[in-house]
């Protein structure tokens, strides 16, 4: 019984994600493409709503990693097929993983809705609001000089841009990747007797 | 309609991403929740990048190179984040940050 309350919830779920998609490539005239970017947006929209939304945090953890999949998906429709793969590696493959484990060590059973938000919680949505609209407003209003077609990233090209003018970079990155690991483990590590 | 093809879509999406990790960073009370908002918020900032690098010529090749140098200061900072987050939980017990009040007392 239960098992088909889920079904039908996800059944759901899944045509609300679906439906700008649908409405892009049908009603508006939109190309494959388009349909593809509004599904992806709304599922990446819709997962990160969910992130600071929902009151069990490990399905706050579960819906990040959702978005951060959609959110690979749109890099490969900008053309950055790399920055995808890297996106999926680090931060579905680590970072979701590392956040996931903290969760289940600070565990607690999951409080009420006054218990998991502040009570700033009104000012900061309509903070956030503002945000998002004055975001737009000023991507809008600005002449970019973009291009009308997006242009594709090759691996090589980037591979050799990185180590011959970005080398300096690669390398601080990596000392501070260094000093990160041995921070954690430092930070992390149990007291001996204290 | 020119969604794929255009840069303000790209950008608009990102300042979303953005303003929800906002939301989330002001609003959650649970330390880890804090930092999966960054986590928003670095992703939203991320997607910019890309953009700006798939659609201005002469950014071409750096827009992705800047956001990989990203990502990699993002596994740094969370990282360094949780183990905080974990040394702390050990001494208070508790994952809510208004509690933390070590400081005001």
Redesign the interface.
Known sequence: MRAWLYLIAAAVAGAIITTPAII?LIM????F??A???GL?TL??AA??A??SMRD?IR??LA?IV??LA?AG??V????P??AA??VI??IG??SV??LF??M??Q?KAGSAR????T??A???I???V??V???VA??GTN????????V?AAK??AQ??FKD?VL?LEA?GV??L???I??????K?EKDA | MHLANDLNTYLTLSGMLFAIGTFGFLARRNAISMLMSIELMLNAVNLAIVAFGAFIPSLQLHGAIIALMVMAVAAAEATVGLAIVIAIFRNRKTPLVDEYDAMKR
């Open positions: 892009v508006m005239g939109g190309s493409d388009d593809l970017v509004a947006a990446m929209l990160g709503i992130v600071v945090i706050c953890g990040m978005c951060f959110l749109l890099y429709t900008l053309g950055a790399l920055v890297a996106q680090v931060y680590a970072i590392l956040i903290a969760i060590l600070t607690e218990l998991t938000f502040q700033q919680a000012p900061a949505a903070a956030a609001i945000i998002a004055l975001v737009a991507a809008y970019w000089g973009a291009a009308p077609v997006h242009i990233a090209l980037i841009e990185l970005y970079v990155v501070l990747l000093a990160a690991v921070g954690g483990v430092f930070l992390a149990r």
